[in-house]
């Protein structure tokens, strides 16, 4: 299975800042996804990101709120803009691989909003 | 995507067999049932998938009912580092799968 990375493993963050958060994967891959897991929830999916398109988001998400960028196909990054204490949360980052099709995930970055 | 339904949590022993039920009853003929867990403070991690036959690999076996409208999740030999939440989704084949997790199961392996 591939290997993901991502940066931050945590953070701190004042309240009206942004944060990028980048995954880095040790193969090719095309599709990509970003998920939220709020304290205490399940994961829920945030967009799915393919390189050389527009990253599709889920209900409730929005693109000015969690610009995502897909520059290439190791590599993805989200941004949690204008950042409430409502977005502390662990952010996880997933690849899907082929030959069958199965996600696998990142570490996650937890993220907590003061 | 079929809706699947979890036990909230579940104890086991260490060393013991872990057996964790899953029902998909409105499951239908292209969509395979997907395992991961969730050890506290980590990204989930896949364990074994499934459409029709038994599946075994060297982490888990996953047995599915022949009506397919429920499978259980086998442990064979249960240890601390299994505590974890686990979480059965139904999903088709396809590329782009989007994973929908549900409360999954909160299992506890006891020493």
């Known amino acids: 299975s591939a290997v993901i990375s991502q940066k931050p493993s945590r953070d701190i963050c004042q309240r009206g800042t942004s944060l990028t958060i980048q995954c880095q994967v040790d193969s090719q891959v095309t599709m990509m996804f970003w998920y939220r897991q709020q304290p205490g929830q399940s994961l829920t999916l945030i967009a799915t990101?393919?390189?050389?398109?527009?990253?599709?988001?889920e209900s409730g998400f929005v693109i000015d709120k969690f610009p995502i960028s897909r520059p290439n196909l190791t590599f993805s990054t989200l941004t949690v803009s204008n950042m409430s204490p409502e977005d502390s949360s662990i952010y996880l980052c997933?690849?899907?691989?082929?030959?069958?099709?199965?996600?696998?995930f990142g570490p996650g970055t937890r993220l907590l909003v003061l | 995507d079929a809706k699947t339904t979890q036990p909230p949590s579940m104890d086991c022993a260490e060393g013991r067999a872990a057996n964790l039920p899953c029902n998909h009853s409105t499951i239908s003929g292209n969509e395979y049932v997907y395992w991961y867990r969730q050890i506290h403070s980590q990204g989930p991690q896949y364990i074994i998938h499934g459409l029709k036959n038994n599946e075994t690999n060297e982490m888990a076996s996953l047995i599915i009912t022949e009506d397919r409208k429920s499978s259980t999740l086998i442990l064979p030999h249960a240890t601390l580092r299994d505590t974890a939440v686990y979480y059965c989704?139904?999903?088709?084949?396809?590329?782009?799968?989007?994973?929908?997790f549900g409360g999954g199961t909160r299992v506890l392996v006891k020493p």
């Open positions: 989704i139904v999903i088709s084949g396809a590329a782009g799968n989007k994973l929908t």
């Open positions: 997933s690849v899907e691989q082929t030959g069958p099709e199965t996600q696998y």
């Open positions: 990101a393919n390189q050389g398109s527009e990253a599709t988001y």
